[in-house]
């Protein structure tokens, strides 16, 4: 069905990796970002990552969740700090992962991300980013805000539970899926507002 496809087509973004100026991972605590970001690293695409998040501002919490080929153990404060973790265990030197640890949703990983790059007196002409394809639109949007002269590569890895050809074959991936379309709807509208000089009546969050 057409509007099926629309709606996969909307939602799933994926480029092929090439050499850029950093590699952002939005906030996670899912392995397989971070182990597919190392693969990237060590391949020599990128001098920098840049794992962003505290914890989900819905749980106000971090909870790792192990997944991948390996199993990562410790006591983790933050999102940051899990994905530092397994970045490291992956082969990224500690000289090559910037901090951004107080990032509780998509928006702020852009934003913070943004205020530390400038921060560092760096010029990001060319991003990688690692998300887990399902999230794609929603983070790319995000970053592109944060970001505007930067092209953005998404990159999801090739191993992730949720996928463009599998979502319509679990209840879970219906979920993830038609969640992130009504995010869009929802958060999208104060954005377009904004960025069009328009007045809004009701005020309507970005979580």
């Known amino acids: 069905m057409k509007w099926i496809q629309d709606i996969t087509d909307f939602i799933f973004l994926s480029d092929a990796p090439a050499p850029a100026d950093i590699l952002f991972i939005p906030g996670s605590g899912h392995a397989e970002l971070p182990e597919h970001a190392a693969q990237i690293y060590l391949r020599g695409l990128v001098p920098y990552i840049l794992p962003s998040g505290r914890y989900s501002i819905r749980k106000d919490a971090f909870a790792g969740q192990v997944s991948g080929n390996r199993v990562y153990s410790g006591?983790?404060?933050?999102?940051?700090?899990?994905?530092?973790?397994?970045?490291?265990?992956?082969?990224?030197?500690?000289?090559?992962?910037?901090?951004?640890?107080q990032a509780t949703y998509t928006y702020e990983n852009a934003r913070y991300s943004r205020t530390l790059t400038d921060s560092m007196g760096l010029t990001i002409r060319k991003a990688i980013m690692v998300c887990q394809p399902f999230h794609a639109r929603r983070a790319r949007t995000y970053y592109e805000l944060a970001f505007p002269e930067t092209e953005i590569l998404v990159c999801p890895p090739p191993d992730a539970e949720i996928t463009r050809e599998n979502w319509l074959t679990t209840e879970t991936g219906i979920h993830k899926v038609l969640g992130e379309v009504e995010r869009c709807g929802n958060q999208f509208h104060e954005i377009l507002c904004q960025t069009q000089g328009i007045q809004m009546t009701e005020h309507i969050p970005i979580p």
């Not at 397994?86 to 000289?95: C, E, K, M, R, T």
């Open 75 to 101: 006591n983790f404060e933050t999102e940051w700090a899990f994905m530092r973790h397994i970045l490291l265990a992956n082969g990224v030197p500690d000289s090559a992962i910037l901090r951004e640890d």
